[in-house]
């Protein structure tokens, strides 16, 4: 079955970094989402990192994936109190030609200046 | 370019009363999505259309609940006959195929006295 857990809490100080993990179940997934909420907002897709990849790097961003325990992170640089929001990870399977999204339950990054 | 455009951005009504939600997804995407988001249950798939058909409407709470996709640039979920435990946020969200990434609307906030 499909489930995405994440730790709820993350608490870092200003110009820190942040780490925020995440873990999957399906083996079969093809993508790795990670999505930003911010107050009164829709998620909004932050990165994401296709199954047959290790690392991605964007910016601030790195996803690191390791498929065989099943974990995703998100490290964000230099943070900022702009990064506070939830961050959502999701994995996506394909099936049957169709697909959809699991969503963890969301981490809340809290940036102290 | 627009987004994901959803009505009402906030709606407060009696138990008992029927409420229609609206979503307009993104020109293009075959994919639409409904989510329910609440604290204590945080983010759950409703049900999603491919191409304007329901997939999967496992995650509809109950009878209560129903979705339509008439054409592929409208969508509603209705409630009827609403109660408070219905209230929460409610997202659409739409993507190019459903195990792409996906594209959220600012949500329609439902409070149910």
């Known amino acids: 079955g499909e489930d995405v857990e994440q730790s709820l809490f993350l608490s870092v100080r200003e110009g820190d970094s942040s780490v925020i993990n995440c873990t999957y179940t399906d083996s079969s997934s093809t993508y790795l989402y990670w999505y930003k909420q911010e107050p009164g907002a829709g998620l909004q897709l932050l990165t994401y990192i296709f199954s047959n990849m290790d690392m991605k790097q964007d910016q601030r961003l790195t996803v690191l994936l390791n498929k065989k325990d099943k974990h995703l992170s998100l490290r964000i640089a230099d943070t900022q109190t702009g990064d506070s929001a939830i961050y959502f990870c999701?994995?996506?399977?394909?099936?049957?030609?169709?697909?959809?999204?699991?969503f963890g339950d969301g981490t809340t990054l809290t940036v102290k200046p | 370019d627009a987004g994901v455009i959803q009505s009402p951005r906030h709606e407060v009504t009696e138990m008992g009363q029927e409420v229609t939600l609206r979503c307009k997804p993104i020109?293009?995407?075959?994919?639409l999505f409904w989510y329910r988001q609440t604290m204590m249950r945080g983010l759950e798939l409703l049900i999603y259309?491919?191409?304007?058909?329901?997939?999967?409407d496992s995650g509809m709470p109950e009878d209560r609940f129903s979705a339509k996709m008439p054409n592929a640039s409208f969508s509603t979920l209705k409630i009827q006959p609403s109660e408070p435990r219905d209230s929460a946020v409610y997202f659409c969200?739409?993507?190019?195929?459903?195990?792409?990434?996906?594209?959220f609307g600012d949500g329609t906030r439902l409070s149910i006295l």
């Open positions: 020109s293009g995407h075959n994919s």
């Open positions: 969200a739409s993507s190019t195929n459903s195990n792409q990434p996906q594209h």
């Open positions: 259309f491919n191409n304007n058909v329901p997939i999967d």
């Open positions: 999701a994995e996506s399977i394909l099936f049957d030609n169709a697909g959809k999204s699991t």
